[in-house]
């Protein structure tokens, strides 16, 4: 039997996308170094998948920093010696906020790059040539309509953008270094939000998020006063800053149809936006939230936040074409899911 290791699976679209690769019946193993997730996870993504108690071997956990390759090793030996080789790895583990990446430059370039780079070398050593990897929307940076294309020029303008473009800039040499042996998939999330429809499962980031829908959470649950919208003289339909929000569902899925195609077809590697195609801005994002959940959502005005582009859309037609993957959940169900969780907890 053949194995999915997952790196960074108890986070936030690790843990789904594992439930996801439990449910259609995968071998998986999950490794993190838990610095900001917790092992706790695995035995709601167990619940939720119905896996029967005889077939809890389907899933293992090994807590494991990405840059440590001597254990890397070890543990994929291991699990060629348990006749459960590992031939692909979805790889999400990386350090993720844009804020503290311009802080701590190194501390990015070393977990996210240097990881992977080790990641990578075990890979190599132990004949396993498969990945997908969790790139971002952010490498695009600055663009013209903010309707973003495969082809639009990468120029990241923050350090976290810039270990995911290096990321994928390394991916692309190592490929065309062997053409036929490589099959990789370069995945660039727009703006994953929402959570599990179960309310199970979801994001729980430690200390103090920076992206908006937790924080429209917090708000929600009153642990805050009130969201501080950064900005409302954009040149968007209301003033407020314009993403593509997708749900946390879509985005595992979108694992799901790539680990299938690449397997299915000739080496190759590609790159792909997953994202609904459609924006919504600051304040409609509130007055929907607040619609389905029926609470207030009290704001604030502020400054612009630095780095903060004004929209940043997907085209998703690649997506649609090459991988026959279309989002199905509306910007309605990432509200209620991702409040469903939060009230699960209180
Ligand atoms: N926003 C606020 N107030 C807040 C936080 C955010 O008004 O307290 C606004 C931002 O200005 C922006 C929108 O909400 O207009 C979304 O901001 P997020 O911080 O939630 O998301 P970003 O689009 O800035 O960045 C996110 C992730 C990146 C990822 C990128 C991909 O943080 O890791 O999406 O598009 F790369």
Same mark, same amino acid.
């Not at 459960?84 to 031939?87: D, L, P």
């Not at 490498?139 to 294309?149: P, T, V, W």
């Not at 950064?230 to 968007?236: C, L």
């Given at each position: 039997m053949n194995t999915v290791l997952v790196t960074g699976g108890t986070g936030f679209i690790g843990s789904h996308t594992c439930l996801c690769l439990l449910e259609m019946g995968f071998y998986i193993l999950i490794i993190d170094s838990n610095v900001n997730s917790s092992k706790k996870v695995l035995n709601k993504i167990k619940k939720l998948s119905k896996i029967p108690k005889e077939d809890d071997n389907r899933v293992d956990f090994l807590k494991c920093d990405i840059r440590n390759e001597d254990l890397l090793n070890r543990i994929f030996k291991k699990k060629l010696e348990e006749n459960?080789? $590992? &031939?692909s790895v979805i790889h999400f583990a990386a350090l993720k906020s844009v804020s503290e990446s311009d802080q701590f430059p190194l501390k990015y370039w070393d977990t996210n790059v240097s990881g992977t780079i080790s990641l990578l070398k075990v890979m190599t050593a132990n004949d396993c040539h498969t990945l997908i990897f969790s790139s #971002?929307? &952010? $490498? *695009? /940076? *600055? #663009?013209? !309509? /903010? @309707?973003?294309?495969?082809s639009t020029p990468i120029s990241p303008i923050n350090t976290y953008g810039k270990t995911k473009s290096t990321i994928e800039q390394i991916l692309n040499e190592l490929f065309h270094s062997q053409p036929n042996l490589w099959r990789i998939a370069n995945l660039r999330y727009f703006n994953p939000i929402g959570a599990h429809p179960s309310g199970f499962i979801g994001e729980d980031p430690f200390g103090?998020?920076?992206?908006i829908f937790p924080l429209i959470i917090k708000v929600a649950s009153r642990e805050i006063d009130y969201l501080k919208i @950064? /900005?409302? !003289?954009? !040149? &968007?339909k209301d003033g407020t800053g314009v993403r593509d929000y997708i749900h946390v569902m879509d985005v595992s899925e979108g694992h799901m149809v790539a680990l299938d195609f690449l397997t299915k077809n000739e080496p190759q590697i590609i790159q792909v936006n997953l994202g609904t195609g459609k924006g919504t801005s600051v304040l409609e994002l509130i007055s929907i939230f607040e619609k389905v959940n029926n609470l207030k959502i009290p704001y604030k005005f502020v400054e612009k936040r630095k780095g903060d582009v004004a929209k940043c859309v997907a085209d998703n037609s690649l997506a649609q074409k090459l991988l026959k993957w279309s989002p199905k959940k509306t910007i309605e169900e990432m509200c209620q899911d991702g409040w469903k969780w939060k009230e699960k907890r209180f």
């Open positions: 459960k080789k $590992i &031939t #971002s929307a &952010t $490498i *695009y /940076g *600055y #663009s013209k !309509d /903010g @309707f973003l294309k495969e103090m998020p920076n992206n @950064f /900005g409302n !003289d954009y !040149d &968007t």
